[in-house]
């Protein structure tokens, strides 16, 4: 079936406001989950700086159950986000955004392959709580983070601009 | 560094034997005329005036030496002075802040004429040190004086110190050891380390390493006695030297550096220092004593340490010169390549005088720490080149293998520091040189790590109760002998630098009861110490030792009769299992169900408890279940008495290893300690419960090797539970078939445990194994163990810590967390170099290990390493260390295996030889590109990648269970480097004709020392026996034509044919052969903690097959031969 080119117009400018919009909702969440997972990669990085503190046994419990706690934080908060935007792929796709969805695909592709690659006992992929404090997992682990905030910050006022831009277009 | 300013390509061949003709002949010449004076003025004269040049160095010489003879008295004021500096003055610039207090207005012409004064007095000193053994060496040590003076005036300051330098590349390593050292000790006593003039009193430390080493102590000793009694020569000379220093030296910050390296390099051992060492020791360790440190653990200072002879100076003369002489003489015996290749090296510092050239020096080098550095790797290069970086054509020279064990690379530090070195068995790194920068690391393409081995059993070992621990304030690092002393009151962090103050306590010294010397205490006297931790160090009392035995008692582990072994073994041990009065002990057995033992101290006999429940375990009675090993001891005999004999009719063959397991951790969590897991089949009941992964047809694929992970994370869990509650699960896995050790081996790597493997176990159809299991249980029951303990690893600013390997939880970036720590237990660890270390010439590692000893103190547990830094790619390769490398690579490897695939890990490790080889070749241009060139120190580098590609845990092709695979993965990952090393690359020794083998003594044993073999069928002779050391297990392979006379004296059987199958054990015949075997196999034995198994083979013999897999140089259908894989891997290179 073909739309007038006008009503055809209006109406993916419609979806894109919309979908724009819940894009900007969904990015300030996500970049909300990053924040919330650099401050945990903050808090596993961060050590006491009292040795002798950290050297007492009963501290070491808690350190323990505090490093369990983030990984396990971490490993949760993994699937809403990958669903999230694999989610909002789909709806740059029937909304037809080639540009926005372009950006995206590197960012889906990487998490497909982060997500699938993981193996069962957990490298350091996996915010695995055994293997997280190795300096270079940490490292990458917090590295990928802070690029994923950036990233998600850019694609918000993109969003924006965006939206306002189809907004006042049409 | 100086190799673009003229530094000749190492020559290959003769081409450059034509050198000694030419600065040679000027050395011969200036020989004559400096050795006459050394011989009248004499050492002594000299020495009193030599300090004095070097006076020049410590900044604040005069200041301390005031503090020198008035501390006693005047303690308060000097701590004040002390607070007073400290907190005005930046730590970091300390030094040079201390430099602008003095007044200092210096004209350079008095300085240089005072320095050249001093100089002239080195002269004569250095030759007169130099009698005798070699008249080279003390025409170059001329020569080389002669020529830095000149250019004295553009080196300023640091020209007594280079000179001494230049003259140790020369190579006359002890000679101007002996002479320099106290020189150091005494004159730049506040600024430098001290090892050496201490030495004396803790010469009994050294004793069992080497006798020089004595004479040493007492020759310094004897110098601080001399220098004591003319302090006023000294005094005013001082001053002079001083001011002169601060013109140049001011904008120094790391000056103490500079100086330390430079007189660092002083003196060069060569090669043979190095085995006279290795021998001398592996004499001492032949009778390791291996728990008898609880007898040290008593307290401070063991008086019988510090009982060593007061040093008299008179017999020390003869004995020094009697240790020189090697040293002079080893410089000829080297290689013709070595003289060839190494002589340009040393010249071109010496020449800087006369050379026009020189004028560049000082743009070149605009930092005195860059040039104390080239020199450093100049004096490098002139005396460890030679034999580490001699290129061996690989693919001609068939004999690689040493003839005895592979000595580990000694590190190119000047002799002093060397010898307070952590010994390379606690602490090893893959490279001895340390590159300056990740990209020199990475240009060199192979890995930079440690092997640590920290709890190792010590025969020596200080212990040292203080109620002050002194660590940097910054980094924590403890006070360790390659500190800088700044003066009396402040010590220098070699680490990240701080200026630290030297706590009033430390100023005593205990051993010697004297004040104010801090640089002889024994935590800087030695590398290795123990500290007994103050309170500060817990917050709950130290746990007790606590023991949990958790035992498989299904058809299947009574069919194949372990528990009777067990039992026997604890009922043995069990007045020894380490512990004090408070030790507790408690056992759990488990089939389909769950059965407790209440053991409480009044019941007439044991009570089992049985809990069926196995989805929700619950501890039937919490409180009687772990008791008193003491007060329950009747209880305890009855019931290990009893054990065996109650399951043997049970028709239960499940298995509920998790539930147990889940019991276990609720009974340890409250205290802590060790439980000990006996498992002989499949857990299939309950949490935890396994499938069988293996098939079969897939142990000899060569493409994809599956289940190398975990099938389940419930073991996992379990152990990071254990792991919170300082709880160790050890686990004993006996089983005749698959029972998924991939996933069962997590309960003990995160918890810190360990794991034993005995496949096919039966007690009487298997011998050797239930042989294995009684003296591996026994040692492990017996051995030392460390309950709560973590391990930190710290190292100088720049390098960092990425990885680790082993059996641990990672509780930080540098911590692991270890709830048990046990002395079979070795790490290893992988760094990378973020920041250039262009700045500093040494680098240091310190391991701390805190832990529970068992008899609930409170201990640390510190090792020191100390490393050069170079910056040519060349020197990098003269200190690899290829053992050390192999293990890492061989950690890294599981890793992979386990992330990624076998064959990637297999890919990875053949790349690893690849690169660095064609790395080296690629810097050696002139080399012929067509033929594979390795250099010495890596000569055995393909051989080993090799051995791992055919040892079991990566060996492809060939018919691997696959709990055998994983448990030599397990094995890498866990053991130290000397055990891995046999695993890997076991040694093969002819033993048919012991009596006519050379003979070292050992505590009145007489012991033969055959020479290793190839690891090839070639070497098998059917006229001949031998024995194959594989670490955990001997092998005596019998030839069909063996001499009837040693299978009559040394096995007890008339001939060939009489020799059974399953033979274990060697009989005492009283022949000489008999002796001469039995007392070789005990030395192979006592060299290490577990004790192997051995087995005599025949040719039709089932485990021939087990032999001949070790014969890793031959072809088999799956893999290369030796020469083989060296021509694949030139085709690699080339391609």
């Given at each position: 079936m073909k739309l007038h080119p006008v009503v055809a117009r209006c109406f993916s400018g419609c979806a894109a406001c919309?979908?724009?919009?819940?894009?900007?909702?969904?990015?300030?969440?996500?970049?909300?989950?990053?924040?919330?997972?650099?401050?945990?990669?903050?808090?596993?990085?961060?050590?006491?700086?009292?040795?002798?503190?950290?050297?007492?046994?009963?501290?070491?419990?808690?350190?323990?159950?505090?490093?369990?706690?983030?990984?396990?934080?971490?490993?949760?908060?993994?699937?809403?986000?990958?669903?999230?935007?694999?989610?909002?792929?789909?709806?740059?796709?029937?909304?037809?955004?080639?540009?926005?969805?372009?950006?995206?695909?590197?960012?889906?592709?990487?998490?497909?392959?982060?997500?699938?690659r993981c193996p069962a006992d957990g490298s350091k992929l996996a915010y695995d709580p055994p293997a997280v404090m190795n300096a270079d997992t940490l490292i990458y682990c917090q590295k990928e983070a802070w690029c994923k905030l950036a990233f998600y910050l850019l694609s918000f006022f993109y969003y924006l601009y965006c939206m306002i831009y189809t907004l006042v277009s049409s | 560094m100086s190799a673009p300013a003229g530094l000749p390509p190492r020559p290959a061949g003769p081409a450059a034997a034509g050198y000694p003709g030419g600065p040679g002949a000027s050395r011969e010449a200036a020989a004559p005329q400096a050795g006459p004076p050394g011989y009248q003025n004499g050492p002594v004269q000299n020495w009193m005036h030599l300090p004095s040049g070097y006076g020049s160095h410590p900044p604040s010489y005069s200041a301390p030496s005031g503090h020198y003879s008035q501390v006693p008295s005047k303690a308060a004021a000097s701590h004040l002075d002390d607070q007073y500096r400290a907190s005005y003055y930046p730590p970091y610039y300390s030094a040079p802040a201390q430099n602008a207090l003095t007044p200092s207005v210096a004209t350079s012409v008095l300085h240089t004429q005072e320095s050249q004064q001093f100089y002239h007095k080195t002269t004569p000193q250095t030759v007169g040190s130099a009698e005798g053994p070699t008249q080279g060496a003390i025409s170059s040590a001329s020569y080389l004086i002669t020529s830095a003076q000149q250019s004295y005036s553009a080196f300023g300051n640091?020209?007594?110190?280079?000179?001494?330098?230049?003259?140790?590349?020369?190579?006359?390593?002890?000679?101007?050891?002996?002479?320099?050292?106290?020189?150091?000790?005494?004159?730049?006593?506040?600024?430098?380390?001290?090892?050496?003039?201490?030495?004396?009193?803790?010469?009994?430390?050294?004793?069992?390493?080497?006798?020089?080493?004595?004479?040493?102590?007492?020759?310094?000793?004897?110098?601080?006695?001399?220098?004591?009694?003319?302090?006023?020569?000294?005094?005013?000379?001082?001053?002079?030297?001083?001011?002169?220093?601060?013109?140049?030296?001011?904008?120094?910050?790391?000056?103490?550096?500079?100086?330390?390296?430079?007189?660092?390099?002083?003196?060069?051992?060569?090669?043979?220092?190095?085995?006279?060492?290795?021998?001398?020791?592996?004499?001492s360790s032949a009778s390791p004593v291996l728990n008898n440190y609880d007898a040290l653990e008593g307290g401070g200072y063991p008086e019988t340490r510090s009982v060593t002879s007061s040093p008299v100076p008179a017999p020390a003369v003869p004995q020094t010169s009697k240790a020189s002489k090697p040293f002079g003489y080893g410089y000829p015996t080297l290689q013709p390549g070595y003289q060839n290749a190494a002589p340009p090296a040393p010249v071109q510092p010496s020449n800087l005088g006369h050379h026009p050239g020189f004028q560049h020096y000082p743009q070149q080098y605009p930092s005195v720490n860059q040039l104390s550095s080239s020199l450093g790797g100049l004096s490098l290069q002139h005396s460890q080149q030679p034999e580490s970086l001699r290129p061996v054509n690989l693919t001609q020279d068939r004999n690689i293998l040493p003839v005895s064990s592979v000595p580990a690379p000694v590190p190119n530090l000047n002799s002093d520091l060397r010898k307070l070195n952590c010994s390379p068995d606690s602490f090893r790194c893959t490279l001895t040189n340390i590159p300056q920068t990740q990209a020199l690391l990475n240009k060199a393409k192979l890995p930079l790590g440690l092997l640590l081995h920290p709890f190792r059993d010590l025969t020596q070992l200080p212990v040292i109760t203080s109620s002050t621990i002194v660590r940097c304030r910054s980094c924590r690092t403890y006070i360790n002998p390659f500190v800088s002393f700044i003066d009396q009151r402040r010590w220098k962090c070699n680490l990240c630098y701080r200026v630290n103050d030297v706590p009033e306590e430390f100023m005593y010294n205990p051993l010697t009861r004297s004040y104010g010397e801090p640089?002889?205490?024994?935590?800087?006297?030695?590398?290795?110490?123990?500290f007994i931790a103050s309170s500060d160090y817990m917050l709950r009392p130290p746990q007790p030792a606590v023991y949990l035995f958790v035992l498989d008692v299904s058809h299947?582990?009574?069919?194949?009769?372990?528990?009777?072994?067990?039992?026997?073994?604890?009922?043995?041990?069990?007045?020894?299992?380490?512990?004090?009065?408070?030790?507790?002990?408690?056992?759990?057995?488990?089939?389909?169900?769950?059965?407790?033992?209440?053991?409480q101290e009044g019941l007439s006999q044991p009570q089992m408890l049985i809990v069926s429940d196995i989805d929700d375990i619950f501890l039937p009675t919490p409180d009687s279940l772990l008791v008193n090993l003491h007060e329950s001891r009747e209880l305890i005999k009855d019931l290990l008495n009893a054990l065996p004999n109650m399951f043997t009719n049970t028709r239960e063959t499940h298995s509920a290893l998790g539930p147990a397991l889940q019991a276990a951790f609720k009974l340890m969590s409250p205290t802590g300690g060790r439980v000990s897991v006996f498992q002989t089949q499949l857990p299939s009941l309950g949490a935890g419960l396994l499938h069988s992964r293996e098939d079969p047809n897939q142990r000899s694929s060569t493409k994809v090797v599956q289940h190398l992970g975990p099938a389940t994370d419930f073991y996992k869990k379990l152990a990071l539970d254990c792991s919170g509650q300082q709880t160790a699960v050890d686990l004993f896995l006996l089983s005749s078939q698959y029972s998924d050790l991939a996933s069962l081996a997590c309960i003990s790597k995160y918890s810190a445990g360990c794991i034993y493997y005995y496949p096919s176990f039966h007690r009487s159809h298997n011998p050797a194994q239930a042989e294995k299991l009684q003296k591996d249980l026994k040692r492990y029951l017996t051995r030392k163990i460390?309950?709560?303990?973590?391990?930190?690893?710290?190292?100088?600013?720049?390098?960092?810590?990425?990885?680790?390997?082993?059996?641990?939880?990672?509780?930080?970036?540098?911590?692991?967390?270890?709830?048990?720590?046990?002395?079979?237990?070795?790490?290893?660890?992988?760094?990378?170099?973020?920041?250039?270390?262009?700045?500093?010439?040494?680098?240091?590692?310190?391991?701390?290990?805190?832990?529970?000893?068992?008899?609930?103190?409170?201990?640390?547990?510190?090792?020191?390493?100390?490393?050069?830094?170079?910056?040519?790619?060349?020197?990098?390769?003269?200190?690899?260390?290829?053992?050390?490398?192999?293990?890492?690579?061989?950690?890294?490897?599981?890793?992979?295996?386990?992330?990624?695939?076998?064959?990637?890990?297999?890919?990875?490790?053949?790349?690893?030889?690849?690169?660095?080889?064609?790395?080296?070749?690629?810097?050696?241009?002139?080399?012929?590109?067509?033929?594979?060139?390795?250099?010495?120190?890596?000569?055995?580098?393909?051989?080993?990648?090799?051995?791992?590609?055919?040892?079991?845990?990566?060996?492809?092709?060939?018919?691997?269970?696959?709990?055998?695979?994983?448990?030599?993965?397990?094995?890498?990952?866990?053991?130290?480097?000397?055990?891995?090393?046999?695993?890997?690359?076991?040694?093969?020794y002819r033993i048919d004709k012991l009596i006519d083998e050379s003979t070292i003594h050992v505590n009145d044993r007489v012991v033969p020392q055959p020479p290793l073999q190839k690891l090839s069928a070639e070497k098998l002779t059917r006229e001949g026996a031998f024995l194959m050391d594989c670490g955990s297990i001997f092998y005596i392979w019998i030839g069909k034509n063996c001499d009837n006379n040693f299978i009559k004296d040394v096995l007890g059987y008339p001939n060939y044919a009489s020799v059974p199958q399953k033979m274990t054990q060697l009989p005492e015949v009283d022949a000489l052969s008999s002796e001469r075997t039995r007392s070789f196999i005990s030395w192979l034995r006592d060299s290490r903690p577990l004790s192997p198994v051995l087995q005599v083979i025949k040719d039709e013999n089932p485990a021939k097959t087990d032999f001949f897999q070790h014969l890793i140089e031959d072809r088999t259908e799956a893999a290369f031969s030796y020469y083989e894989f060296l021509l694949n891997i030139q085709q690699q290179i080339c391609k």
């Open positions: 919309h979908v724009l919009g819940e894009g900007i909702f969904l990015c300030m969440g996500r970049s909300n989950k990053r924040v919330q997972e650099i401050i945990a990669f903050d808090e596993l990085q961060s050590d006491f700086k009292n040795p002798i503190d950290q050297r007492n046994p009963v501290h070491a419990r808690e350190r323990l159950r505090n490093i369990e706690r983030i990984c396990f934080l971490l490993q949760k908060l993994v699937l809403p986000e990958y669903s999230i935007h694999s989610l909002f792929c789909i709806m740059f796709l029937c909304a037809q955004e080639w540009l926005t969805l372009g950006l995206n695909v590197p960012l889906l592709f990487y998490h497909f392959w982060r997500y699938f | 640091h020209y007594s110190t280079s000179v001494s330098s230049s003259v140790a590349s020369q190579g006359f390593p002890l000679n101007s050891d002996h002479y320099t050292m106290p020189v150091v000790s005494g004159a730049m006593y506040p600024h430098v380390s001290y090892p050496v003039a201490a030495g004396s009193v803790y010469g009994q430390a050294f004793t069992s390493q080497s006798l020089p080493a004595v004479g040493q102590f007492k020759e310094t000793n004897t110098f601080s006695t001399q220098s004591t009694s003319v302090p006023h020569s000294l005094q005013q000379r001082v001053p002079v030297g001083y001011n002169s220093t601060i013109s140049n030296v001011s904008a120094q910050p790391v000056q103490d550096n500079l100086s330390r390296n430079l007189t660092g390099s002083v003196a060069k051992v060569n090669n043979q220092i190095n085995t006279a060492i290795d021998s001398s020791s592996t004499t640089h002889k205490r024994p935590e800087v006297q030695n590398s290795t110490v123990e299947n582990a009574v069919e194949a009769g372990y528990l009777a072994i067990v039992c026997q073994s604890l009922l043995e041990n069990l007045d020894k299992l380490p512990g004090d009065s408070r030790t507790r002990i408690g056992f759990i057995t488990f089939d389909s169900t769950v059965q407790f033992y209440n053991l460390g309950f709560e303990a973590v391990m930190r690893i710290r190292c100088t600013k720049g390098l960092s810590i990425h990885t680790f390997h082993g059996n641990f939880f990672v509780r930080s970036t540098d911590l692991l967390s270890l709830a048990n720590v046990n002395p079979d237990a070795g790490f290893a660890v992988q760094m990378s170099i973020e920041e250039s270390l262009t700045d500093t010439s040494l680098v240091c590692f310190q391991t701390a290990l805190l832990y529970t000893s068992s008899k609930g103190e409170r201990r640390i547990r510190v090792h020191t390493l100390c490393l050069p830094v170079v910056s040519s790619l060349t020197d990098v390769y003269a200190g690899a260390d290829v053992q050390a490398i192999v293990c890492l690579l061989a950690n890294m490897a599981v890793d992979r295996s386990v992330s990624s695939s076998l064959s990637d890990a297999r890919d990875a490790l053949v790349n690893a030889v690849v690169d660095s080889l064609a790395a080296y070749m690629a810097t050696a241009s002139n080399l012929q590109q067509s033929m594979l060139m390795a250099p010495n120190s890596l000569k055995l580098f393909p051989l080993y990648v090799l051995a791992l590609l055919k040892q079991k845990a990566f060996r492809t092709g060939t018919s691997t269970r696959l709990d055998d695979r994983v448990y030599a993965m397990c094995q890498m990952k866990s053991q130290p480097l000397v055990h891995l090393m046999k695993m890997i690359h076991p040694n093969l």
